[in-house]
């Protein structure tokens, strides 16, 4: 080799070492653009592994940070710091005689009063903010452009399973979350979203599908590669997906989503598009859209990133020692007992106010 060109050589990897070193110190791995994900034997990008979207960022933008997809320095050091703080205060020994009414009415991330029975020990919502090529994010949802979910079509009603006629008479009345059966957030979606623990994630793929183990409540998303929707009428719980590839991107579109699983209200017309790319060795940038035009008056997108989890999914055993489901419906009974005695006693009362006094003697 002459020496010029071993010159020139040297030259261009100094470059490329200053690149990579300058793509890392932005956002922890070389920007997307200058990334070739690695292909399986099918040819296809390759997105195995086991990955976590664990993040202090949330779905939808707090008001404060009004149309800015992004934290200041200092607001990403007073978000993270404050959950540390939260951490270390729920790590602190718990006296075993505290009751449920002693706990405090606010203990951070929304909960309160019974939610606030788990300490660090048990919770693992993450210590960073969402960080999408290095820019940390004040919501996961970009679009509209101030990060909250668009506006409800008139006369649509915001469902709950927890205010349905007949929650709490028997387990098939409850949520699936409480009967076990699927996450009780949105972990599995499709949206896929952030729970207050278990956040992690199993990618595998074959020619014609790509599976996604849940940790929460040990789902499995199947994706048919090339495939059509069913028009059998049936709504699997996660939906109906089927996906493709472009180029470095998985494409997946779900629909015939079931009523259980309804996404923020949205579930018969509902269609959710998700779009992962891998942009870098421990990351996917994780695009989605959903849209009904029967619930929301305009679609809805956002983005994040999964990062590569540290270790392998353990089964998690939600069934065994669910005395949860136990505890709710045991709950409901005592309450429904409390209930009709009060109405005896009232029923009593009133018909001893509407008896007569007997003759000469005068009523008090």
Known sequence: MSTKRFTALLAGAALSALAVSAALAAGGSPAAGAYKAPLNTYGQPDLEGTWTNASLTVLERPKEYGNRKAMTDEEVKKVEGDDAKLMADGNKPTDPKVKTTDLPHECGRGFSGAGCGYNSAWIDPGSTVMRVNGEPRTSFITDPADGRLPAYKPGVVQTSMYVRAHYGENPENQTLAERCLTSFGYSAGPVMLPLLYNNNYEIAQSKDTVAIVVEMVHDV????????????????????????????????????FPEATALRSA???????????????HRILYQFKAEDPTVWDRPWSGEYEFSSSKGRIFEYACHEGNYAIEGILSGARADEAAAAEKAKAAAANKTAAATPAPSGIKKQ
Request: charge should be positive.
């Open 221 to 256: 998303r199947l994706i048919h590669i090339g495939a059509k929707h069913r028009t059998d009428g049936a709504r699997p719980w996660m939906g109906d997906s089927i996906g493709w590839y472009e180029g470095p991107t998985l494409v997946v579109e779900t629909t015939n």
């Open 267 to 281: 579930w018969k017309e509902l269609k959710v598009t998700e779009r992962f790319t891998r942009v870098g060795p």
